[in-house]
């Protein structure tokens, strides 16, 4: 069983930057696919970003709406998941999720398809 907490959430102007994290405990980290995911209210979580599992070499996957502002990356020896993101814009304002997959999370990847979930970070970005 795969434990994921997300950190690093806030109140923020249109145009800063943010750092989300999520730290895995309970299972072998390099061996899963992660990702994130947002939910804002009234709508459905949609993905964010992906990377794969390994070592090195690893493959990302971006949504439309954040590619060329956000970047996904993780540090394997920290257990832990990594979501820059710059730019910010009012319309990235949600709850955060941090996911691990024993697969891939791309951009095809459906919420009901992924193992394990973190608890969410709130991000809200003010005009």
């Known amino acids: 069983q795969v434990q994921l907490v997300e950190s690093g959430g806030g109140l923020v102007q249109a145009g800063d930057s943010l750092r989300l994290s999520c730290v895995a405990s309970?299972?072998?980290?390099?061996?899963?696919?992660l990702g994130w995911f947002r939910q804002a209210p009234g709508k459905e979580r949609e993905f964010v970003a992906g990377?794969?599992?390994?070592?090195?070499?690893?493959?990302?996957y971006y949504s439309d709406s954040v590619k060329g502002r956000f970047t996904i990356s993780r540090d394997n020896a920290k257990n832990t998941v990594y979501l820059q993101m710059n730019i910010l814009k009012p319309e990235d304002t949600a709850v955060y999720y941090c996911a691990a997959e024993k697969g891939i999370i791309t951009t095809a990847t459906l919420p009901e398809a992924i193992d394990y979930w973190g608890e969410g970070t709130l991000v809200t970005v003010s005009s």
């Open positions: 309970g299972g072998t980290f390099s061996r899963y696919g």
């Open positions: 990377i794969s599992w390994g070592w090195n070499g690893f493959t990302t």
